[in-house]
């Protein structure tokens, strides 16, 4: 079984309150960054695309701007909704917006772009609904030799689970968005993104999150046992005995021409 992205939202969904007390926090940071270099100025219209439990939605309120933040998965939304009260909601697939062309000046994205099949198309609806002169911020995981599925690589052979190995670099994610429309586009990288996990049981909960814990779901308890086990036995920790898997971001960001 390929893990990475099987499932997508629906495995989001099913998984959101495990989401929240693992990646979320992982991925504030993260948001931040995307949210700084996203220059927002007063009174733009925001939308953050798969916003899930709504961070970098959040980050985004303020000055008299409007935030909308978007997800196909109802349970993140439930969550969103519950944490970041002041912004719009809206549950719609990323790939088709049901938004009008130009209607938005900022789409910011955390992580989500690279649930999509073809990412240059997504990229490229995402443009649709920017106004020319707006702008696009977003991470993706990378660059793939510092993601979870290198650490836990070995553990994932021996159980037959295939993670899944095409995390852009930065040269062809960038390469993406120029295919797609997008102009004056920049990238970074930050290998030190990781999630931290405070002992087994949060370890436990990051399993279940998104497409993970469908590659166990129908394996007896004990396997499923030995396998968070060998996981967390193949995991570095800090001094304090967090687990500590690396993730890493990749940022792009870049602009429609007027
Ligand atoms: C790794 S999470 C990132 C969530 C959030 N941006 C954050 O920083 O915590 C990816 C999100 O993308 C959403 N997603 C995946 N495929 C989607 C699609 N086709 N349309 C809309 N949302 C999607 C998932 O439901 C999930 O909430």
Redesign the pocket.
Same mark, same amino acid.
Request: glycine share 12%; net charge negative.
């Given at each position: 079984m390929t893990l990475q992205r099987s499932g997508?939202?629906a495995a989001?969904?099913a998984s959101a309150e495990a989401?929240a007390a693992t990646?979320?926090p992982a991925?504030r940071p993260?948001?931040r960054e995307v949210i700084r270099r996203a220059e927002l100025r007063a009174g733009e219209t925001v939308l953050?695309?798969? =916003?899930?439990?709504g961070?970098?939605a959040g980050l985004a309120t303020g000055d008299g701007r409007r935030v909308v933040g978007?997800? #196909?998965?109802a349970g993140?939304l439930q969550i969103a909704r519950r944490e970041v009260p002041e912004v719009e909601f809206v549950e719609?697939?990323? =790939?088709d917006l049901p938004l009008a062309d130009g209607s938005i000046q900022v789409v910011v994205?955390?992580?989500?772009l690279l649930? #999509?099949d073809d990412c240059v198309a997504t990229l490229a609806e995402w443009r649709r609904v920017v106004a020319p002169g707006g702008r696009i911020s977003l991470s993706v995981p990378g660059p793939g030799t510092v993601v979870p599925a290198v650490v836990l690589h070995g553990v994932y052979d021996r159980y037959d689970i295939t993670w899944g190995d095409d995390y852009p670099t930065e040269g062809e994610l960038a390469g993406w968005a120029e295919a797609a429309g997008w102009e004056g586009i920049q990238t970074a990288a930050d290998p030190t993104i990781a999630i931290s996990l405070a002992d087994a049981d949060q370890f436990r909960s990051w399993l279940r999150v998104?497409s993970r814990g469908r590659a166990s779901a129908d394996w007896s308890a004990e396997r499923r046992a030995q396998f968070a086990l060998d996981l967390m036995n193949a995991t570095p920790r800090t001094a304090d005995g967090a687990y500590r898997l690396p993730f890493g971001a990749l940022y792009l960001s870049g602009r429609r021409s007027l």
């Open positions: 997508g939202a989001f969904s989401y990646m979320a991925l993260v948001a953050d695309i798969g =916003t899930g439990t961070t970098a978007l997800d #196909a998965a993140m719609a697939d990323f =790939t994205a955390v992580h989500a649930f #999509a998104g």
